[in-house]
């Protein structure tokens, strides 16, 4: 099976702007978890869709925003971006609600100047 | 709140020899605890995780160890390569429901030939 896959998988934007990352899970995977990787945060849980519904929210502003779609596809987008938002963004799927085994895509590297 | 403390940060050792990466969690409600492997510019790498009813599990060179009453649980490699370089996290979360792992904030092994 192809693993999860995210585009792009570079992104350079000016403060101020806003931005949508994309992420497809692996074939048959229901749950899509969204995280950002950051050198002085490290990995922080930002939010968390299974069938179409956000069931988690992480500590993150309301800028932050997700959706999923029916075939399991996500997108996470950023309004008004900020210099702080510079980061790796994850996902990952797991194959159901439980919760186990979440694998991760390459990420979205995310400049913001 | 959530909280998963990862030691040590860095770790160096000998090929051949064994390394052992220690978590302490927070919320006495986790019952998953995986473990990943992150390359440099690489995704990070589910290799392998226990749950909560079980107190270890063996996967070839590498083990993982569970005290869910000191809220413990370590990562051992043996016989080391230098192939096993690479930043180990170590995660909690409660299944069913939630699939949110905390993270804790990782340990960089290096293996020297």
């Known amino acids: 099976k192809a693993g999860v896959t995210q585009t792009p998988r570079y992104l350079i934007k000016t403060r101020g702007q806003q931005v949508t990352l994309s992420c497809s899970p692996i074939?048959?995977?229901?749950?899509v978890s969204w995280y950002q990787q950051t050198p002085g945060q490290g990995l922080q849980f930002l939010f968390e869709y299974f069938s179409e519904t956000q069931r988690n929210k992480g500590n993150f502003p309301g800028r932050f925003s997700g959706r999923q779609f029916s075939n399991s596809r996500s997108e996470m987008n950023v309004s008004t971006l900020e210099l702080g938002d510079s980061a790796l963004y994850l996902c990952?799927?797991?194959?159901?609600?439980?919760?186990?085994?979440?694998?991760f895509g390459p990420g979205t590297r995310l400049t913001v100047t | 709140g959530e909280n998963v403390e990862q030691h040590p940060s860095t770790l160096s050792v000998q090929e051949g020899d064994s390394a052992v990466i220690k978590c302490t969690y927070s919320d006495s409600a986790s019952n998953y605890f995986p473990w990943y492997k992150q390359e440099l510019g690489k995704r990070p790498q589910l290799i392998i995780d226990?749950?909560?009813?079980?107190g270890e599990k063996k996967d070839q060179r590498i083990a993982v160890t569970l005290n869910k009453t000191a809220k413990h649980f370590s990562l051992h490699i043996t016989e080391t390569q230098p192939e096993d370089s690479a930043v180990y996290f170590c995660a909690a979360s409660i299944t069913g429901g939630y699939n949110k792992l905390i993270f804790g904030a990782g340990t960089r092994l290096a293996v020297h030939p």
């Open positions: 226990i749950r909560s009813n079980v």
């Open positions: 074939s048959g995977h229901r749950s």
């Open positions: 990952a799927s797991s194959l159901d609600s439980t919760g186990y085994e979440q694998y």
